[in-house]
C-alpha cells in the first residue's frame, strides 16, 4: 500500500552491527522500537528509538538505567515475569504507533524458543493488520496467506538470496501452484504432517515466477549460503 508506515524493530538476539548498520541505512522508518538488548545496538549505531520496551534481562537493569538516565529516550520497562514475550510487547508498540509494516533485526539466531516464537508470532500480527519481515545476514522471512497473498511474484533480481522455502504455518496449505521456480508445482497441498518439507530449498528458474495457493499460511524464506 502506497504511503504505509513502516517500523523497526531491533530485537535483543545476536545481531552484527555492521549489517544492521547497512540494511537499515537503505530504509526509511516511521517508528523505531527496541526490545531489551536491542537497545543496545541503537547505542553502537547512534540511533534514536522512538521507545525502548522490555524487561531488560538480557541487557541488564543497571544499563538500561544508565541508557535511560543518559539520554532521556521513552521507555516501556516490564517484569520478568510477564505473560508476552518482549517481541509481543514491541510488536503491540509497533500497531499503537499506526504501523502497517515492519521489518524486525535481532529475532533469529539465538535462543531457539525465542526464534520459534518470533516466527510463529508473524500470523497474530498479520491478523492485526501489521506485515512482519524478519532479516538477518542470510535470511528474510516473512508470511504468506490465503486467499490475500495467491499471485505472489518472486522477481530474481529483487531476491534477498538464492533459494526459496515455503513452510506451511497453518496445518494445511491447500493448492500451491509454483510457476518459474526450479522445481514447478501444480495444486499441491502442504502439510505440517505429512510433507512440511516439499517445498523446502526451491530457486527461481525465470526472471519472475508466481505462488498460487488456496487456503493457509505459509512462511517464505529466502535464503543465501
Known amino acids: 500500500m502506497s504511503g504505509e508506515k513502516t517500523g523497526l524493530i531491533l530485537a535483543g538476539g545476536p545481531l552484527n552491527p555492521a549489517f544492521a548498520e547497512s540494511f537499515i541505512r537503505k530504509q526509511s522508518y516511521s517508528w523505531i ?9 541503537c547505542m553502537e549505531l547512534s540511533l534514536k528509538p522512538n521507545l525502548a520496551v522490555g524487561d531488560f534481562d538480557t541487557l541488564g537493569r543497571e544499563r538500561m538505567e544508565e541508557i535511560r538516565k543518559n539520554t532521556g529516550w521513552e521507555f ?10 518482549d517481541m509481543e510487547l514491541a510488536v503491540g508498540a509497533v500497531l499503537r504507533a499506526g504501523c502497517r509494516k515492519v521489518h524486525v533485526l535481532g ?26 519481515e524478519l532479516y538477518d545476514e542470510r535470511n528474510r522471512l516473512f508470511l504468506l496467506e490465503a486467499p490475500e497473498d495467491s499471485g505472489t511474484r518472486f522477481l530474481k533480481k529483487e531476491a534477498y538470496g538464492s533459494y526459496v522455502s515455503f513452510l506451511p504455518l497453518t496445518e494445511q496449505v491447500k493448492g500451491i501452484t509454483l510457476m518459474g521456480f526450479r522445481y514447478p508445482l501444480i495444486k499441491k497441498d502442504l502439510s505440517i504432517f505429512e510433507n512440511p518439507g516439499l517445498c523446502v530449498s526451491n530457486e527461481l528458474a525465470e526472471q519472475e515466477a508466481r505462488l498460487f495457493f488456496e487456503e493457509g499460511a505459509l512462511i517464505c524464506v529466502e535464503s543465501k549460503d
Open 33 to 41: 522500537v527496541t526490545a531489551d538488548a536491542g537497545l543496545s545496538v
Open 107 to 132: 529475532a533469529t539466531g539465538g535462543r531457539l524458543d525465542h526464534e520459534l516464537s518470533n516466527i510463529l508470532l508473524m500470523l497474530w500480527a498479520r491478523r492485526q493488520g501489521l506485515s512482519m
Open 76 to 85: 516501556e520497562v516490564h517484569s520478568p515475569q510477564k505473560d508476552e514475550t
